[in-house]
């Protein structure tokens, strides 16, 4: 078990690209979150999925943002024509769900920069 | 709106006194709390959940529903204590977290 692992850790860009972060959640981990954490605040919740599927959505995420898990294994967030207040961590988290409710296991994190 | 509060940015301390840091929540439902920790160049980590009512690396933290907090505490501070430390609501469908904004633990020799 290497744990969560996102990648890249670092990603500096000019605003208004692309940009696309990847996720690795434990292996048998069927839930998989994404939370943006933003200088002397607490992680804040974007979105998660159930296996492939993306069960809930922020209203910080915006249009311009897209998150998939096509296999139901890693995920990627993608974050279109990128502003100034983008610039965050990402940080990704997996947890295996059954019948009681279970921990959250958090990966590095991916740092954004926009110039 | 479910909301954690934790009202210290900063909390500084001498090796061997006590440790109390604050969380209090705002939810209406049946509240599931808990305490993340990130040490210096590390992820953040679970430290402890109030409905396994244990204690690890010696902090302890009691829901009180009547004032609606999750303080953590610890009866004598060691160094590698320093650390952030974040507080965290499970908001329900989803077990999605809504997270304090975090104290800054700092053990002083």
């Known amino acids: 078990d290497t744990g969560v692992s996102q990648n890249p850790r670092h990603k500096i860009t000019k605003r208004g690209q692309n940009v696309t972060f990847r996720c690795d959640p434990i292996s048998e981990h069927n839930r998989l979150y994404w939370y943006r954490q933003t200088l002397g605040q607490g992680p804040e919740f974007l979105t998660y999925?159930?296996?492939?599927?993306?069960?809930?959505k922020s209203r910080l995420l915006s249009d311009r943002f897209s998150a998939e898990r096509p296999k139901g294994s890693f995920s990627t967030l993608e974050i279109q024509r990128t502003e100034q207040g983008d610039s965050a961590m990402y940080l990704c988290?997996?947890?295996?769900?059954?019948?009681?409710?279970?921990?959250?296991?958090f990966g590095d994190g991916t740092r954004l920069s926009i110039l | 709106a479910q909301r954690v509060t934790q009202p210290e940015k900063l909390l500084s301390v001498f090796k061997g006194a006590p440790v109390e840091l604050k969380c209090n929540y705002s939810y209406s439902g049946s509240p599931e709390l808990f305490w993340y920790v990130q040490y210096s160049r590390q992820r953040l980590q679970l430290l402890l959940r109030h409905i396994s009512r244990e204690s690890i690396k010696g902090f302890t933290a009691d829901l009180n529903k009547g004032e609606t907090s999750f303080h953590l505490k610890k009866p004598f501070a060691q160094e590698e204590d320093s650390a952030m430390y974040y507080c965290?609501?499970?908001?329900?469908?989803?077990?999605?977290?809504?997270f304090g904004t975090g104290t800054q633990l700092k053990v002083e020799l």
């Open positions: 965290a609501l499970n908001t329900g469908g989803g077990n999605k977290l809504t």
């Open positions: 999925f159930q296996n492939e599927a993306q069960l809930e």
């Open positions: 988290a997996s947890s295996l769900v059954g019948g009681t409710r279970s921990r959250q296991h």
